[in-house]
């Protein structure tokens, strides 16, 4: 009877425990850090459909979350619309558990988790912050920038959350985390240890760095070590310069990280909805202006460089130490309905021109919260608590 009963529960619990002894993505090496269950065979997350949810869509509102910045609060910049926050992603013929802020305070216990990247894995750190902090007291938690660094702690569990800009990963004249609007792309080909020394030590890193690349075909990269833009400079395709900067960060996770005792992502390109001409919009000049419902069409895809999910990949594969991929690209191609549009603070006042037609300064590149980033954190859990045993899903 009892021994029924234990088998019971081992069934109902079996989808997601990992059995004793099974390696993680593939390596043989035991269990990965972190993992708590795995995900059921063959399931690729970043595969699926979006599905309407309005009783547990959102998890949390835009007001009540104090780290939003204001450049993604579409809300209380006057978006007309809401629908877009109420849709929950749905992997093909899978599922997985779902997002509990108290099982991942738990798991980061005494530990620092760090986002590296730029303004885009800036909005998923948020949608972190936002996910989580409830769970939390008011007096237990803080929230502090620095320069280049942002960091959030929850006192009661001796942890971290922290944001790092590096927009290009490297050392380059983006650097500033204000100020960094530049047109000419310069960066540092090597050493990267002036942003390096702050991921060190890391539990959690999460990294990722795609459309800085994308602004130009060239990128220049100065070899020595001082700032002279007129000597010991080479100009590269964007996309080979990418190659060189993501093979870099890997030699540095297999020289420094403890595969051990800490987790490594990488999240690839989040897409932009600047022409609507590429969903099938007939209208002239039209963007991701005024749309409020996802793309249905499974097979959609925009604008991003497949190229560049190429070097993506290959450089990864090369890994010694395991690096999770966290595939949001195509499940964000389908949401030109999520991007902040006009409805955020702007960096200079519209002109009365632009004002009278607000495509032309519609942003369609970032995403309002609660919205799509909190998806991609979904994906970041699974990925880090239930990993598939498959390292290409
Ligand atoms: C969330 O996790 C906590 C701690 O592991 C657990 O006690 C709780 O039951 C979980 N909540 C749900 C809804 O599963
Ligand atoms: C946006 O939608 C509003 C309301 O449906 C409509 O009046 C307006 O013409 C649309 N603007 C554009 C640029 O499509
Ligand atoms: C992510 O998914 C897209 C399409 O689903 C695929 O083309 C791409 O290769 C994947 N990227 C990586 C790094 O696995």
């Not at 927009?167 to 530049?182: G, T, Y």
């Not at 999520?338 to 632009?354: I, V």
């Not at 990925?383 to 598939?388: A, C, I, M, R």
Request: proline share 6%; with cysteine; hydrophobic share 40%.
């Amino acid at each position: 009877m009892k021994v029924l009963a234990v088998l019971a529960l081992v069934a109902a619990a079996a989808p997601f425990l990992r059995a004793a002894g099974q390696g993680g993505e593939g390596d043989g090496a035991g269990p990965l850090p972190f993992a708590v269950g795995a995900a059921p065979a063959g399931c690729d997350i970043g595969q699926g459909e979006w599905v309407r949810d309005e009783a547990a869509r959102p998890w949390y509102q835009e007001w009540e979350c104090p780290y939003i910045q204001p450049q993604l609060t579409c809300q209380a910049h006057g978006r007309p619309d809401k629908g877009y926050q109420n849709w929950r992603w749905q992997p093909r013929g899978c599922s997985l558990p779902s997002f509990n802020a108290t099982m991942m305070l738990e798991m980061l216990r005494g530990k620092r988790m760090l986002f590296v990247g730029d303004s885009l894995n800036r909005g998923q750190y948020v949608s972190l912050l936002c996910l989580l902090h409830r769970a939390i007291p008011d007096g237990a938690k803080s929230f502090e920038t620095v320069d280049s660094l942002s960091i959030f702690r929850a006192k009661d569990y001796d942890a971290t959350i922290e944001f790092y800009w590096a927009p290009m990963l490297a050392e380059s004249n983006s650097d500033d985390a204000v100020v960094h609007r530049v047109d000419d792309r310069v960066i540092r080909g090597a050493p990267m240890d002036k942003h390096s020394r702050f991921w060190q030590g890391a539990h959690i890193l999460v990294f990722n760095s795609y459309l800085w690349w994308t602004a130009e075909d060239k990128i220049k990269i100065l070899r020595g070590a001082d700032n002279d833009l007129s000597k010991d400079i080479v100009e590269m395709k964007a996309e080979e310069a990418y190659r060189l900067v993501l093979y870099q960060v890997v030699r540095w996770l297999e020289r420094n990280a403890d595969p051990k005792n800490s987790r490594a992502f990488f999240v690839t390109a989040s897409p932009t909805h600047t022409d609507s001409a590429a969903w099938g919009d007939e209208a002239e000049g039209g963007n991701c202006y005024n749309q409020t419902t996802p793309i249905g069409d499974a097979s959609y895809w925009g604008s991003t460089s497949r190229e560049m999910l190429r070097v993506t990949e290959e450089v990864l594969a090369t890994s010694r130490v395991p690096v999770g991929v966290v595939n949001i690209t195509q499940l964000s191609e389908y949401r030109r309905d999520g991007h902040t549009q006009t409805y955020k603070r702007q960096w200079s006042e519209p002109t009365p021109e632009q004002r009278a037609d607000p495509r032309s300064y519609a942003d369609c590149t970032h995403w309002c919260l609660p919205g799509v980033p909190d998806t991609w954190n979904e994906l970041l859990y699974w990925k880090l608590f239930f990993p598939s045993n498959d390292q290409a899903l």
